[in-house]
Each structure stands twice: as structure tokens, then as C-alpha cells.
Nanobody, 118 residues
Framework: QVQLVESGGGLVQAGGSLRLSCAASGSIFGINAMGWYRQAPGKQRELVATFNRGGSTNYADSVKGRFTISRDNAKNTVYLQMNSLKPEDTAVYYC????????????WGQGTQVTVSS
């Protein structure tokens, strides 16, 4: 099993910044992809930024140039630095880890709320 714990959400004014963290624990060793998704009220969950299984990054067009995904392998943690936030970035942000091999599976965190006021 894999556990993912997100933190760092909150309320911020438009133009501000937030940094989200996602710490992974449990059976986390092996080939994996890990990243961030978000779901706004009444909308489908969408990709924000991820590391794919090869280690390269992928961003939604709407956040390119404003958001940066990074990771600390020693801490098994992935971060999402969000700058120049807009009201349309308001959503619940979820961390996702997809595992292949002995512990194959698709794991999600509980989500953290990000609210951007205009």
C-alpha cells in the first residue's frame, strides 16, 4: 500500500503564490509516475503537472510558466510551486502516484483546497 499526504493549500489573493507538498510512504519503491491533479466544483478532475515514469515533466497548458513541479527523492516528496495564481486555479488539488511492478496500483491523496480570491 501507498499513502500520500498533501499539505500547503489555503486562501490566497490573485497574483499570489502557494507551495503544495505531497509526501509518499509505504510500499513506494519501484517504477512510478507522480504528480498533481485538480478538480474545481462542477468540473472533471484534470492534470496539472506530473513527473512521468521516465522522469520528465508534463504540464497543463493553463499552468505553464506559472507552476513548477519538483521533487526530493530523499524525502519521497513532490512539490508544486504555484505562482501568479488566478481565481480559475481555485480547486481541490490531489496528489497521484502510479506504481508499476510488485506494488502496481494507482494511489491518490485526500486532496488539499486551494482558493484564489480576486
Amino acid at each position: 500500500q501507498v499513502q500520500l499526504v498533501e499539505s500547503g493549500g489555503g486562501l490566497v489573493q490573485a497574483g499570489g503564490s502557494l507551495r503544495l507538498s505531497c509526501a509518499a510512504s509505504g510500499s513506494i519503491f519501484g517504477i512510478n509516475a507522480m504528480g498533481w491533479y485538480r478538480q474545481a466544483p462542477g468540473k472533471q478532475r484534470e492534470l496539472v503537472a506530473t513527473f512521468n515514469r521516465g522522469g520528465s515533466t508534463n504540464y497543463a497548458d493553463s499552468v505553464k510558466g506559472r507552476f513548477t513541479i519538483s521533487r526530493d527523492n530523499a524525502k519521497n516528496t513532490v512539490y508544486l510551486q504555484m505562482n501568479s495564481l488566478k481565481p480559475e486555479d481555485t480547486a481541490v488539488y490531489y496528489c497521484r502516484r502510479t506504481m508499476w511492478g510488485a506494488h502496481a496500483g494507482d494511489y491518490w491523496g485526500q486532496g488539499t483546497q486551494v482558493t484564489v480570491s480576486s
